[in-house]
């Protein structure tokens, strides 16, 4: 079994700041791709940043700027560094990955975390 635990969302005023975590535990041979995405309400999960293995990491327009995203292989963590929070970046945050599990014959498993409130209000 391989689980994403997200942490880091909260209440934060405009122009604050949040971290977020994401780290994946069990049955991992490795990981593809690791990344962000938010669903606001009445609106379509988006990719806000992902990050292949070795890769340059990618961000949504409307995140470039603000948003960081990094990875620790060796932990299987990913991170979204959030600056200067709008209120328009208030959504659920979700963490997904690629990954291979261990004893899998498939090349790639895509997983999802539980998801994380982020609240961008004054």
């Known amino acids: 079994q391989v689980q994403l635990v997200e942490s880091g969302g909260g209440l934060v005023q405009p122009g604050g700041s949040l971290r977020l975590s994401c780290a994946a535990s069990?049955?991992?041979?490795?990981?593809?791709?690791m990344g962000w995405y938010r669903q606001a309400p009445g609106k379509q999960r988006e990719l806000v940043a992902g990050?292949?293995?070795?890769?340059?990491?990618n961000y949504a327009d409307i995140v470039k700027g603000r948003f960081t995203i990094s990875r620790d292989n060796a932990k299987n963590t990913v991170y979204l560094q959030m600056n200067s929070l709008k209120p328009e970046d208030t959504a659920v945050y979700y963490c997904?990955?690629?990954?291979?599990?261990?004893?899998?014959?498939?090349?790639?498993?895509?997983?999802w975390g539980q998801g994380t409130q982020v609240t961008v209000s004054s």
């Open positions: 997904n990955a690629d990954l291979k599990q261990r004893y899998s014959s498939r090349r790639y498993d895509n997983f």
């Open positions: 069990g049955s991992i041979f490795s990981i593809n791709f």
């Open positions: 990050i292949n293995t070795g890769g340059s990491p």
